[in-house]
């Protein structure tokens, strides 16, 4: 049985849900299905603008999208970076430079793959043979830290500015950098997450959950532990003594948190 759902949490903290996030299976052909999440950026105003009018505006263009233009990987990679960054230059015409922005990781799921595309530092994973794979890459400063084997990726969290993305969908056209992917339908899940998530759970919780429960309970699962239960985090040694920075200790529900799933 195939498990498609998502779920989107306010946390304990924030005011506002600046997260949005959606899955649909095609009406004309069940095999096409589109996988998104948008995470407003907490620190400009109406974050919740920017991710509801982007996950609104992919919703639109894959329902209206003819079925046959999917099976052109190629020219289907360059029609959604445009759309990405024609929906990055409409949200600066409404909204001015500067005002608003949201990160989206998205999956696209075709009849021979699946195209990945991201902007900034929500994630999207691929679990197959009992193993959990990262398929995007967080643009981020801190992410440069694990690229280049300075720090273990699970120790990012606790940096400071972790929170700092250098690609963002809304804000400005030098910041709508435009990552993808195409990739093989060989995996047995898809996994969409926002920071929210990944900032709580590694990589090796997330695999733990997976493996633990039936397929229609780790996204609730996964959700849960991020909001309701204390990882009893701390800053590593290691890191205080090898970096001169300053350090946070995340705690469950202090973002929004949000994800979505396709199981096979």
């Known amino acids: 049985m195939e498990v498609l759902s998502k779920i989107s949490d306010i946390g304990s903290v924030r005011p506002t849900n600046e997260d949005a996030c959606l899955y ?3 009406p004309k052909n069940k095999n096409y299905k589109l996988l998104a999440v948008a995470d407003g950026m907490g620190g400009k105003a109406y974050g919740e603008v920017a991710s509801n009018y982007t996950i609104e505006k992919l919703e639109k263009w894959f329902l209206r999208r003819d079925i046959k233009s999917f099976n052109d990987s190629k020219k289907l990679v360059l029609s959604i970076t ?9 949200l600066i015409s409404l909204y001015g430079e500067n005002i608003m922005g949201t990160t989206l990781s998205m999956a696209l799921i075709t009849r021979k793959n699946t195209l990945i595309f991201n902007v900034g530092d929500s994630r999207c994973y691929i679990y197959k043979e009992n193993k959990l794979y990262q398929v995007t890459e967080d643009d981020s400063d801190v992410w440069m830290y694990y690229k280049y084997g300075n720090v273990n990726k699970e120790d990012l969290r606790y940096f400071a500015m972790s929170n700092l993305i250098n690609a963002c969908i809304g804000l400005n056209n030098n910041l709508c950098k435009v990552s993808s992917k195409v990739i093989a339908n060989d995996y047995e899940m898809v996994l969409l997450l926002t920071d929210g998530v990944t900032d709580l759970l590694t990589d090796r919780k997330i695999s733990r959950i997976i493996r633990k429960y ?3 309970e780790i996204l609730p699962k996964l959700i849960n532990e991020a909001i309701n239960v204390d990882q009893k985090l701390s800053v590593p040694l290691r890191l205080k003594r090898k970096y001169l920075a300053n350090f946070v200790v995340p705690f469950s529900g202090r973002d929004n948190a949000s994800g979505v799933i396709y199981a096979k």
């Open 214 to 216: 039936p397929k229609e």
């Open 82 to 90: 445009r759309l990405i960054k024609r929906i990055n230059n409409e």
């Open 24 to 26: 649909l299976v095609h």
